[in-house]
């Protein structure tokens, strides 16, 4: 676990980042750079660098965010989270921490798991087959 503090945090990552990733938000539903994004390839946690999902396990949900059913073993963290008078899982980074989005079961879809990790893009980076980095 990388213990920074909130101006560390500020120092390193865009406001926006922050405000997702440090502060659990959510990106607009659609905005995300990686909503409707389908090279192959890992994308990494945006804060620490630590690898979260590979593309083949990415899958679209249409719901306005990057969707993906299972997270590489150990990568992600589930946490209960009961907040906006709901109970969801929440995920996170399980290197430093870092808020990546929520998981949502048996919605049905057509995938081995019939789970949707619905993840902030800022929370991730990406890098390709190619060993090309995805950047903004
Ligand atoms: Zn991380």
Redesign the pocket.
């Known amino acids: 676990m990388?213990a920074k503090t909130d101006n560390e945090w500020r120092a390193v990552l865009s406001p926006e980042q922050f405000r997702v990733?440090r502060q659990k938000g959510t990106e607009h539903p659609g905005t995300g750079k990686f909503d409707k994004f389908d090279k192959e390839g890992v994308y990494?946690?945006?804060?620490?660098?630590?690898e979260?999902y590979k593309s083949t396990t990415k899958f679209n949900s249409g719901c306005g965010w990057p969707a993906f059913f299972d997270a590489i073993p150990g990568a992600v963290t589930r946490h209960e989270d009961k907040s906006m008078f709901m109970t969801r899982i929440e995920i996170?980074?399980?290197?430093?921490?870092?808020h990546l989005g929520h998981v949502f079961k048996g919605e049905g879809f057509p995938t081995p798991t019939d789970e949707r990790h619905c993840v902030n893009s800022v929370s991730m980076t990406f890098v390709g087959e190619d060993g090309k980095k995805e950047i903004d």
């Open positions: 990388t990733i990494s946690c945006a804060a620490c660098g630590a979260l996170t980074c399980t290197s430093c921490g870092g």
